[in-house]
Nanobody
Framework: QVQPVESGGGLVQAGGSLRLSCAAS????????MGWYRQAPGKLRELVAT???????NYADSVKGRFTISRDNAGNTVYLQMSSLKPEDTAVYYC?????????WGKGTQVTVSS
């Protein structure tokens, strides 16, 4: 089993920054796609950003220009650098890792942005 584990969430003021990290527990792995989703109270879970093994990236329109997704050279860890945070970014952020056509999800980390 692959278990992604997120870290880096917390409470920040509007305009501030946070960096989220995600790595798989239980060993060293390489993933074809790594990404982040988020879910705010009363809303559907939505895509934030993804990055492929070829470093192709995809972002939600709401975060373009503010968030940056990246991966380490071995493809073991994915990061989400969040800048110019807004109260509407408040949500639980989930990491997802894809390997051999299977998707693995973390338990989520809370990001709260105060106004």
């Amino acid at each position: 089993q692959v278990q992604p584990v997120e870290s880096g969430g917390g409470l920040v003021q509007a305009g501030g920054s946070l960096r989220l990290s995600c790595a798989a527990s239980g060993g060293i792995f390489s993933f074809s796609v790594m990404g982040w989703y988020r879910q705010a109270p009363g809303k559907l879970r939505e895509l934030v950003a993804t990055i492929s093994s070829g470093s192709s990236t995809n972002y939600a329109d709401s975060v373009k220009g503010r968030f940056t997704i990246s991966r380490d050279n071995a493809g073991n860890t994915v990061y989400l650098q969040m800048s110019s945070l807004k109260p509407e970014d408040t949500a639980v952020y989930y990491c997802t890792l894809r390997q051999y056509g299977m998707d693995y999800w973390g338990k989520g980390t809370q990001v709260t942005v105060s106004s």
